[in-house]
């Protein structure tokens, strides 16, 4: 699906060289199909030096030689971004953003017309081929796109089609779901810590924990709810646990910080207009 067809990123952050990294152990392409371009001489030597792939002087060198082209640049720098990278478009290149909070709408504001558009949300376990990445169609990306699109964010984990309605919602959830996850099991590992153990078994503990417990929500394909009562015995220690959890607002706190951050999302939207 790939033979011959080059892609480029505008942008080579934390992001993008998770998708870099990602594509490469996917074998989705080899290394000399991909060129990036970033305003920091420093960070295109490391993603050269790193992963062999090419790197481009200008956004408008990149372009030219680009069948696919993936805008990995901070909302708040992407609406200059695509307006430098407008003229340069005229063989019709499948763009690709993966901007949090930036509509495809907006995108389109700066492009020639009829441009073919999809906006991704991927997550950072792309880095590990583990990713979740839900996938908006522009009202000009064609079937061929969307497979090229779904092709490519599925080799770094699973990919799924939404409505871009539903975009900011999913960068709330897991676009910066990781973080929330992460800041758990160091909670966890330091609690493992507070009650004795060393950090490096709580550590183990608790990763392994975490692992098993998504394997066994996935393998089994019961309810959360139900797999957890069959953890929590009358007068236990679990449901010891949980009373505090419950009584500290954990449940509540989690939903307030996906909510908020779906909110950032559209805030950071607004914000490019």
């Known amino acids: ?3 011959n067809v080059n892609i480029g990123f505008i942008g080579g952050g934390n992001m993008g060289e998770a998708l870099i990294k990602g594509f490469l152990a996917a074998s989705l392409l080899p290394a000399n199909q991909i060129q990036v371009f970033d305003i920091s001489q420093p960070r295109l030597d490391y993603l050269q030096k790193t992963y062999s792939i090419g790197t481009s002087p200008t956004t408008s060198s990149l372009a030219k030689g680009c069948r696919i082209i993936i805008l990995a640049v901070k909302p708040q720098t992407i609406a200059e971004a695509v307006r430098v990278l407008g003229p340069d478009l005229a063989h019709r290149p499948l763009v690709i953003s993966i ?4 509509s495809l709408a907006m995108l389109s504001e700066n492009l020639p017309d009829r441009q073919p558009l999809i906006r991704v949300m991927p997550n950072t376990p792309a880095l590990v081929m583990q990713g979740i990445s839900a996938v908006a169609r522009g009202a000009h990306a064609t079937e061929k796109d969307m497979q ?4 490519l964010f599925g080799a770094v984990g699973k990919a799924v089609e939404v409505e871009e309605k539903w975009m900011d919602a999913v960068t709330g959830l897991s676009g910066s779901g990781p973080a929330y996850i992460l800041l758990l099991l160091e909670a966890l590992i330091d609690a493992g810590v507070l009650v004795g153990l060393p950090r490096s ?3 183990e503990l608790v990763l ?3 692992a098993g417990t998504v394997a ?3 393998e089994t394909g019961k309810h959360h709810a139900e797999l957890k009562d069959l953890i929590t015995s009358p007068g236990g220690t679990t449901i010891r646990g949980l009373q505090i959890l419950e009584r500290r607002g954990v449940r509540g706190a989690l939903i307030d910080a996906v909510e908020a951050a779906t909110l950032q999302s559209r805030e950071l939207g607004k914000s490019d207009k």
């Open 1 to 3: 699906m790939f033979a």
């Open 99 to 102: 901007a949090a909070g930036i």
């Open 148 to 151: 090229l699109a779904m092709a």
């Open 201 to 203: 078994i709580a550590r």
């Open 208 to 210: 392994q924990t975490a």
């Open 216 to 218: 066994m929500l996935l």
